[in-house]
């Protein structure tokens, strides 16, 4: 399996500008957790989805935040304004509902906002 | 709400030595996971040791083992024999046992780990 696929791994854009990133979760999983991480809060749970559905969206910043899951293939981490605070490492994660305990991480995107 | 704290931003040992990272947690729960990930350069976070609340036995990974007191709330992880490529950020993370909270982590603020040759 190549495990959680997330993309781009890198995005440079300009303020105001509408950013997109994608994660394919290892096939078979339940569970999909958007987390970012910045040096000054640390690893920060966004949202997470069990079987596609939003379960618990509490941790989503702004309303220019925004994530979906079509399918269970495919999610998307959208932020439209984006801001320089933004700037972070974004890491998709997921988890099979039979071993609850355990994450698989992607390789994350590292987003910079100018 | 849970909250881990790791009160060391950083740590260094020298190689083939032992280390001891600390982590303190609080939750009103009893039944819960906790975890110790590695981060390297890469970005990769990479699960490290876990271990079950209710287990009074400590986790054992090869050269990684955990110090679990549960009525102090503390989790210290330690390298034994340290190489150079164990050189990297350690998160501790909490993960509640409560069917709801699906696989949610929290998470601490990390220790940068160096390792000298």
């Known amino acids: 399996d190549a495990g959680v696929i997330q993309s781009p791994r890198h995005e440079v854009t300009e303020m105001g500008q509408e950013v997109t990133l994608r994660c394919k979760p290892i096939?078979?999983?339940?569970?999909l957790f958007w987390y970012r991480q910045t040096m000054m809060r640390g690893l920060e749970l966004l949202i997470y989805f069990n079987n596609n559905v939003p379960i618990d969206d509490s941790g989503m910043p702004e309303d220019r935040f925004s994530a979906k899951m079509p399918n269970a293939s495919f999610s998307t981490l959208k932020i439209q304004p984006s801001e320089p605070r933004d700037s972070a490492v974004y890491f998709c994660?997921?988890?099979?509902?039979?071993?609850?305990?355990?994450?698989?991480f992607g390789s994350g995107t590292q987003l910079s906002v100018l | 709400a849970q909250t881990v704290t790791q009160s060391q931003p950083e740590m260094s040992v020298q190689e083939a030595e032992t280390v001891t990272l600390s982590c303190t947690y609080d939750?009103?729960?009893?039944?819960?996971?906790l975890f110790w990930y590695k981060q390297p350069p890469s970005r990769q976070m990479i699960l490290v040791i876990r271990q079950e609340a209710y287990k009074q036995q400590n986790a054992t990974e090869n050269r990684f083992s955990v110090n679990f007191q549960k009525a102090a709330k503390s989790f210290s992880l330690k390298i034994s024999d340290s190489q150079l490529g164990d050189a990297a950020m350690y998160f501790c993370?909490?993960?509640?046992?409560?069917?709801?909270?699906?696989?949610?982590?929290?998470f601490g603020e990390g220790t940068q780990l160096t390792v000298n040759p």
């Open positions: 939750t009103s729960e009893s039944d819960y996971y």
């Open positions: 096939s078979g999983h339940d569970y």
């Open positions: 993370a909490y993960r509640s046992a409560q069917e709801t909270s699906g696989s949610r982590l929290t």
């Open positions: 994660a997921s988890s099979p509902v039979r071993i609850r305990v355990k994450l698989f």
